[in-house]
Nanobody, 121 residues
């Protein structure tokens, strides 16, 4: 079994910073792409940032220059450093990992339980 456990959400004033973490555990051969998504009330889940196993990153236009995604492969953990937060960043943030558990099957998709980020104006 594989679990993704997120931490680091909370309430912050506009202009502030938060750092999200997501640790994977369980029977894992390799973690491929890791990413952060978010879902605001009444809106669809959207991709915020992604990072490949080789360290290549991509960001949504709305967060470029403010958010930084990184990963520690030894700790099986992905991070999202969020600076200059805006009220429109308020959402539940979910981590995603493509995880290979066996060489006999393709990687599976795993999601964290979500962590609330609220930015007050």
């Amino acid at each position: 079994q594989v679990q993704l456990v997120e931490s680091g959400g909370g309430l912050v004033q506009a202009g502030g910073s938060l750092r999200l973490s997501c640790a994977a555990s369980g029977s894992i051969l390799k973690i491929n792409t890791m990413a952060w998504y978010r879902q605001a009330p009444g809106k669809q889940r959207e991709l915020v940032a992604g990072i490949t196993s080789g360290g290549s990153t991509s960001y949504a236009d709305s967060v470029k220059g403010r958010f930084t995604i990184s990963r520690d492969n030894a700790k099986k953990t992905v991070y999202l450093q969020m600076n200059s937060l805006k009220p429109e960043d308020t959402a539940v943030y979910f981590c995603y990992s493509g995880i290979l558990r066996s060489y006999l099957r393709p990687p599976d998709d795993y999601w964290g339980q979500g962590t609330q980020v609220t930015v007050s104006s």
